[in-house]
């Protein structure tokens, strides 16, 4: 099975480029699913199919839709979870119908849409999976947040269990409800089911993360981020997609605009470096329907198949070296003869490289563990940059 993953700020077009991609998929003969979780029903609106619903629909041939509804997938796979959690809250005297809501705490509802993908790679139904990630800069946490609860979730059932066991004694004191058998038993499939789609996930030879854009700094800025987060958790990220850029205009003020756009698709091509980068222009109407979605396929593919992978690798590797210093590695566009300079600006690397063509300036999000660091030292080695941050 193939799993194909956009992500990138709000309208920026990843859900047109689901929708594409998947009609590419389905067309080249792979039987595809995509799948969103976004409560607007954008597949619905895409595809101009209003049946498009929480169950699997036929758009065409070897392609189907889902708009995923977590808290049903929850309720109806989960619910004697979702109900103790509630119960917890009920006891501490907090109103039933809020304490639900409390219950579906953050992130759990796109945790359960990711969920969706290891049911359907179980089921063996289709060859292809596109995956419509939530607008959210923090989509990446959690694709990483199965293998977090996973690891966690196994060593806090067994206390679960004590905890079940002598609840009579402790009941009385915290006032809080024993789990029962049921509930521990969903706590343990639960957790299966997240080693699995962890597994998914981090396989790079079936999974990849697809970054999407607008030529604008917003949404590069946000789309760096994202590559620098899939790097920290192992996710393989093989293609970056600006869309909505401007043709040239004899106006002034549109030919500016234009210009503007097409000094930010260079940025993107250097700050995604080595990724391959697909351009697709400002559509002069709304980008909707099956026909009109395939023909955007056409462009950002022309005749690949879409389920290759188009890029392995790691633009950023990090390694940790004794818990007091932390070497990131980054693949970059120029060679050991260019003029560059290296500066720290809290949580940014700013790399500076003087071109014929100019100075490129590439801003590199850092993780939050150099937080306490400094940057001790830079080298360039074989199209690499090597930074060294020290406590």
């Known amino acids: 099975m193939r799993l194909i993953i956009y992500t990138g700020k709000g309208g920026t077009g990843k859900t047109v480029t689901s929708c594409a991609t998947a009609i ?22 895409a595809f101009m199919m209003p049946g498009v619903g929480n169950e699997p629909h036929q758009v065409a041939k070897n392609l189907y839709a889902q708009q995923i509804d977590p808290v049903t997938e929850m309720s109806k796979q989960y619910s004697s979870i979702l109900a103790y959690m509630a119960s917890v809250f009920s006891a501490k005297g907090i109103d039933e119908t809020l304490a639900y809501e409390i ?15 290891e049911e359907v790679s179980h089921t063996g139904a289709y060859d292809a999976i596109v995956l419509d990630m939530p607008a959210s800069g923090e989509a990446l946490r959690y694709l990483y947040f199965p293998k977090l609860v996973g690891s966690l979730g196994r060593k806090l059932s067994g206390l679960a269990g004590l905890f079940s066991g002598f609840a009579k004694i402790f009941q009385p004191l915290a006032n809080i409800p024993a789990p029962s058998k049921d509930v521990i038993k969903s706590e343990l499939d639960l957790i299966d089911r997240l080693d699995v789609l962890a597994e998914i996930i981090r396989d790079n030879d079936t999974t990849s993360l697809r970054l999407v854009a607008n030529p604008d700094t917003f949404s590069i800025e946000n789309a760096k981020r994202a590559l620098m987060s899939a ?8 293609m970056a997609v600006v869309n909505k850029i401007m043709a040239g205009s004899t106006d002034a003020y549109y030919e500016r605009w234009a210009e503007f756009q097409r000094g930010k698709v260079d940025e993107a091509k250097a700050n995604f470096y080595p990724l391959p980068v697909k351009e697709t222009e400002l559509y002069a109407t709304e980008l909707r329907g099956v026909e009109m979605l395939s023909a955007h396929g056409d ?4 005749s690949q ?8 690798g790691q633009p950023y590797l990090f390694e940790n070296e004794g818990g007091t210093s932390i070497r990131m590695s980054v693949q970059v566009p120029f060679s050991a003869k ?20 100019g100075r490129i300036v590439n801003i590199i999000p850092l993780p939050v563990a150099t ?7 830079a080298k360039l080695e074989d199209r690499r940059l090597n930074v060294l941050f020290e406590r």
């Open 371 to 377: 937080a306490g660091m400094r940057l001790a030292k």
């Open 338 to 357: 260019d003029d560059f300079t290296v500066e720290r600006y809290g949580d940014r690397l700013t790399v500076g490289v003087k071109t014929a063509a």
């Open 231 to 238: 790097s920290l958790y192992g996710i393989n990220v093989d």
């Open 299 to 302: 462009k950002l593919f022309g």
């Open 24 to 45: 590419k998929l389905a067309e080249h003969g792979h039987r595809t699913l995509v799948l969103s979780a976004d409560p607007a029903h954008t597949l619905a609106d």
């Open 103 to 117: 219950a579906m705490l953050p992130g759990m509802t796109q945790l359960f849409s990711l969920l969706k993908i």
């Open 305 to 312: 198949d879409p389920a290759q992978v188009f890029y392995r």
